[in-house]
């Protein structure tokens, strides 16, 4: 496991193998639920520190790292000296020089964690920046995905909704080409980015029913209103472009719905929908476990030195 890297900010830090590692690490503890495997003195210690709300994220983060035997704990950037103008690398070399070995970071600023490229100054995990990308939301769905259905080869998936301001999707976009999955970005015209920016096998659909029909699954997103600019209304989205368990009924089309949530019922998907078996968000949920110690396990044990120096040089 020695060449996973020590920031994980992007999909395009990983590469095809390291992947395929961690869809099986992954598997080997939803299926043997009693491994511990930080069972070494001192045992590591492992930070959150979210800049912006979740429920999901930082608290699978906590429960996986507790699961894998780590010690946890949950920077508080609102009390911290961040607030006192503190910079986010004096913040992060300190939790490092306190003996901290990673941080999952989250902050409404994208691209936030790229100044840390070339000097890192502790492992840092992506739990979300601003619009740009959820590297281990996309991770723990293709997990999810790869259980439903273990050759994704050639199928259609269609993420449905706020689609330029989702890093979920954007993270998406990048990983599940790799594994042959076709991408429909489907949703009103606002909400879709401009098709001349799109990957290869990822096109745009903005009639909701044709969506529904050509896909083998559907992951719907939430209006993601704090990242609008202007004002966006939700009147009858359920309608013209939400996804009821009627309508999946009335097309015919009886497949997975996947949500990284939270969900908004009434909206993107209306409460028949989400307490059916069709709904796939709680599946997802239960593998944001299993996906996120193996993330962290294979970023602890790379060995590397050159976290935490400053000015070339380590105290
Ligand atoms: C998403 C996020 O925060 O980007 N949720 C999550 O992490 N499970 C999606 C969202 O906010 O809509």
Redesign the pocket.
Known sequence: MASFPSLLESIDDLNFTQIDVLLSRAKHFKDNPQLSPFNTTPKPIIATSFLEN?T??KHSFAVAIRRLGGLYIDFNAETSSLKKGESLEETFLTLFYQGVNLCVFRSSVSHQLSQFKENLPIKLVNG?DGVNE?PT?ALLDLYTLTELCPDLNGKTISIIGDNIH???AHSLMKLLPQFGMKIILSGPLEYLPDSATLPKGVELLTDRDETVKRSDFIYL??I?KERHEGKTSNDNYLETNGVSLDRLKKLNKIIPVLH???ANIGVELDQALIKSSLYKGYLQVENSIPMRMAIIEAMLLNNDQNIGKVNGEKF
Do not use: F, W
């Open positions: 979740s999901r994220t979300g959820h939301q989702s890093r979920v997103l939430r993601q990284p949530g939270p």
